[in-house]
T-cell receptor, first 113, second 111 residues
Framework: NAGVTQTPKFRVLKTGQSMTLLCAQD?????MYWYRQDPGMGLRLIHY???????AKGEVPDGYNVSRLKKQNFLLGLESAAPSQTSVYFC????????????FGDGTRLSIL | RKEVEQDPGPFNVPEGATVAFNCTYS??????FFWYRQDCRKEPKLLMS???SGNEDGRFTAQLNRASQYISLLIRDSKLSDSATYLC????????????FGSGTQLTVLP
């Protein structure tokens, strides 16, 4: 019953540091997504992937990179963290059918000092 | 104008009350519609899909008005456990990425 698992759950970084957030799903979903959620705003899509080896930009991709080397994993990288990237990050996955809902991980709380 | 707009609330209602949330969307190409629920500091979880003819799931009723680009969620006989933020979500046809979230409506059910 793992579903979508995100690691780490919490992290504090200094400006300029780099890190990678890991998302893993065990539902054999084709599509995976990375969102950020900030107070008073809806979830905003950073990057997404429609299959192994493919990635695409979402609404707010700047400052982030992603990779999908295996179908079950979707990595989000911050090359040089900035305070504006302080947020809660959610990973989600879904089947390719557009009427299927997305299943979310329980989030990563990231603070950039 | 935001693509998906919701009244942020908060809505504070007594147990047993009926409460309704509204949502409007700007993209007429939107094809799929959902209500998600998000508890404080937790991940969003699907509450229900919204179908053109309207649909009901227990105490929850969702309705869609495509002509007015309007979605609603009605909760009857509110329970304390219904306290959460309710997110209106729309998806345009033909694209994996075009899932747009409203900023949510906060509900607190009071004893």
């Amino acid at each position: 019953n793992a579903g979508v698992t995100q690691t780490p759950k919490f992290r504090v970084l200094k400006t300029g540091q780099s890190m990678t957030l890991l998302c893993a799903q065990d539902m054999n979903h084709e599509y995976m997504y990375w969102y950020r959620q900030d107070p008073g705003m809806g979830l905003r899509l950073i990057h997404y992937s429609v299959g192994e080896g493919t990635t695409a930009k979402g609404e707010v991709p700047d400052g982030y990179n992603v990779s999908r080397l295996k179908k079950q994993n979707f990595l989000l990288g911050l090359e040089s963290a900035a305070p504006s990237q302080t947020s809660v990050y959610f990973c989600a996955s879904s089947y390719s059918d557009s009427n299927q809902p997305q299943h979310f991980g329980d989030g990563t709380r990231l603070s950039i000092l | 104008r935001k693509e998906v707009e919701q009244d942020p609330g908060p809505f504070n209602v007594p147990e047993g009350a009926t409460v309704a949330f509204n949502c409007t969307y700007s993209n007429s190409a939107s094809q799929s519609f959902f209500w998600y629920r998000q508890d404080c500091r937790k991940e969003p979880k699907l509450l229900m899909s919204v179908y053109s003819s309207g649909n009901e799931d227990g105490r929850f009723t969702a309705q869609l008005n495509r002509a007015s680009q309007y979605i609603s969620l009605l909760i009857r006989d509110s329970k304390l456990s219904d306290s959460a933020t309710y997110l209106c979500v729309v998806k345009a046809a033909g694209s994996a990425r075009q899932l747009t979230f409203g900023s949510g409506t906060q509900l607190t059910v009071l004893p």
